[in-house]
Structure formats: structure tokens, C-alpha cells
């Protein structure tokens, strides 16, 4: 059983950059993608990206692009997710979670249990 | 990019049938996915592919697609199910490859 460990709450400055950790156990890391979602206080889940850690392939949202960077370390079977340029709007709960798929369809599934990222001005 | 729409709520007494709602372009062309948020808790997947369900969710988390409107039914619901559920399309097309719902709150009254 897969299971996802997140890196602890963090507080940042704005103009600054934050780094998240995704430490995954229980299964063969370079089988499985892993996505990052974020949520806001109060808001919905929106997908930012995700990186294939075997072949180091990432993909992500064109608005993070430039800012976000996803990277994997398959020897400690961890993930990451490293934002930068934080600014106020970026306040909110990071989850990564495993890919899984079939012929028709990507779905996520288990999620870590998600850092608090709190940007202060 | 494909939108999709919940109502922003559902309330429900014990034991009656919960109908949540998820509204996108043809999107009975597409898989979906749900997702229960318990208050503090990260999303889990009830429901996969339309109407499959993980190991370990009870028989009561049902779900149907066609036209451009996908159903998640919760029957004889429990205090237990009160949650916030996202609906979930992937779409290679979109700038986000995961596109979820706005998702809707159930209240158990």
C-alpha cells in the first residue's frame, strides 16, 4: 500500500521561494507519476503539475510555468515541488498525490496529507 | 479550458439519498472521478471510471455519466459522509491535465 509523507508547514516571505518534500513508501517509485494540487483557504483543488520520476519527464500549468519546478530523487524515493517568487496569493495547502491510469483516464489516488504554505507580505 | 460545475451545496437527512452533480460539456465522453474532503483531512477517491469503487468504500457511493452531466449518489447516508466532494475529468488537451469540479459541501442534517 502506497502511502505519501509530506514535509512540514511553512511560513515564507513574499518574493521568496518555498520547497515541499513527498516521501513515498510502500511501492516501486519509478513505477507511478505524482501530481501536486494545491488548495486555498476556503477554495478548490487546482492542479499545478507533475513529473514522471523514471524518465524525469514534468508537466504543469501554464501559469505556474516559470515559477514552479517539480523535481524526484528515486534513490530516497521523494518528490518535490519548489515554488518561487511567493506572493500572498500562493497561501495554501500543497498535496502531492500518485497517478494512477488506465485506457481512458488519469485519476489521483493516495494523497499525502498536505503542507501548509503560509506567505507573509 | 474545461469548466466543470457543482452546486455549492447539498443537505440531506440520515438515511436518504444524497445526488451530487457534476455539469461539463459532453462530459459523458469522459471518465470521472470523485473525490470525498473530510474538514482538515486531504482528498481520498470514492468513485473512479464513471462508477467504480476503491477497496474499503462502502456500496452506498454510486456513480453515473452520460450527456453533459455526471452523478454521484451517496444512499443511506450516515452523519460520517458530511464532506466536501470534487469531481475530477483528465484532459491531456487543457493546460491542466487534471480538471477538477468547484465542489459541493453535504450537510447531514
Known amino acids: 500500500q502506497v502511502q505519501l509523507v509530506q514535509s512540514g508547514a511553512e511560513v515564507k516571505k513574499s518574493g521568496s521561494s518555498v520547497k515541499v518534500s513527498c516521501k513515498a513508501s510502500?511501492?516501486?517509485?519509478?513505477?507511478?507519476?505524482i501530481s501536486w494540487v494545491r488548495q486555498a483557504p476556503g477554495q478548490g483543488l487546482e492542479w499545478m503539475g507533475g513529473?514522471?520520476?523514471?524518465?524525469?519527464?514534468?508537466h504543469s500549468a501554464q501559469r505556474f510555468q516559470g515559477r514552479l519546478t517539480i523535481s524526484a530523487d528515486g534513490s530516497t524515493s521523494t518528490a518535490y515541488m519548489d515554488l518561487s517568487g511567493l506572493r500572498s496569493e500562493d497561501t495554501a495547502v500543497y498535496y502531492c498525490?500518485?497517478?494512477?491510469?488506465?485506457?481512458?483516464?488519469?485519476?489521483?489516488?493516495?494523497w499525502g496529507q498536505g503542507t501548509l504554505v503560509t506567505v507573509s507580505t | 479550458s474545461y469548466v466543470l460545475t457543482q452546486p455549492p451545496s447539498v443537505s440531506v437527512a440520515p438515511g436518504q439519498t444524497a445526488r451530487i452533480t457534476c455539469g461539463g460539456n459532453?462530459?459523458?465522453?469522459?471518465?470521472v472521478h470523485w473525490y470525498q474532503q473530510k474538514p482538515g483531512q486531504a482528498p481520498a477517491v470514492v468513485v473512479y471510471?464513471?462508477?467504480d469503487r476503491p477497496s474499503g468504500i462502502p456500496e452506498r457511493f454510486s456513480g453515473s455519466n452520460s450527456g453533459n452531466t455526471a452523478t454521484l449518489t451517496i444512499s443511506r447516508v450516515e452523519a460520517g459522509d458530511e464532506a466536501d466532494y470534487y469531481c475530477?475529468?483528465?484532459?491531456?488537451?487543457?493546460?491542466?491535465?487534471?480538471?477538477f469540479g468547484t465542489g459541493t459541501k453535504v450537510t447531514v442534517l
Open positions: 498525490a500518485r497517478e494512477l491510469y488506465n485506457n481512458s483516464s488519469n485519476w489521483l489516488d493516495p
Open positions: 510502500g511501492g516501486t517509485f519509478s513505477n507511478y507519476a
Open positions: 459532453k462530459i459523458g465522453s469522459n471518465s
Open positions: 471510471d464513471d462508477s
Open positions: 513529473i514522471i520520476p523514471i524518465v524525469g519527464t514534468t
Open positions: 475530477q475529468v483528465w484532459d491531456s488537451s487543457s493546460d491542466h491535465f487534471y480538471v
